[in-house]
């Protein structure tokens, strides 16, 4: 069995960066869109009358 020396341990480096996904732009604009199309229906939906705001939703709601 040989003893370690110092110039057999291999040098210390630092690792190269990594670049930047090239689909990450894609990533974060889907989900924007995703986040405004969220916030754009709970806004329809909590702007829109109730049901019984008018009489004739109540009767096609009768009919079935």
Do not use: H
């Not at 690792?15 to 996904?21: D, T, V």
């Not at 889907?30 to 702007?47: E, G, H, N, P, R």
Request: aromatic share 6%; hydrophobic share 60%; proline share 9%.
């Amino acid at each position: 069995m040989t003893a370690q020396t110092f110039d057999a341990i291999p040098p210390i480096t630092l690792e190269a960066a990594q670049p930047a996904n090239p689909l990450k732009g894609v990533l974060l604009t889907v989900f924007t869109l995703k986040i405004v199309v969220a916030a754009f229906l709970i806004a329809t939906v909590s702007l829109a009358p109730p049901v019984s705001a008018e009489a004739s939703y109540m009767t096609v709601a009768a009919a079935n």
